[in-house]
């Protein structure tokens, strides 16, 4: 049997030859593409939780900008009225 199998091989050294190279050609692209899956992965998880960080602050911020702005308004409605208040006091129409 094993006589077999060397005259084999040394009759189809070329197929023998092609095939391993195959083998080890397909090995070698399995690790790349499972290296390669492995990096996408890691990257994708440090981009969720770089991403939620940065979004909280963010949100944060905005929140922050509302709150300022919704004072102004509270300020400019304040001097509105009171400038409709002088301006229709002498015209001896109520203020609205």
Do not use: C, H, W
Request: hydrophobic fraction near 45%; glycine fraction near 4%.
């Amino acid at each position: 049997m094993v006589e077999t199998v060397r005259s084999f091989l040394r009759d189809n050294s070329a197929l023998a030859v092609f095939l391993g190279a195959q083998l080890l050609a397909a090995g070698a692209a399995s690790a790349t593409m499972l290296a390669y899956m492995v990096r996408l992965e890691t990257r994708v998880s440090t981009m969720e939780t770089r991403g939620a960080e940065y979004t909280v602050a963010r949100m944060a911020e905005m929140q922050q900008r509302i709150t300022v702005l919704e004072q102004n308004i509270k300020q400019n409605e304040f001097s509105i009225n009171r400038i409709i208040a002088i301006m229709t006091r002498d015209l001896g129409k109520p203020p609205p």
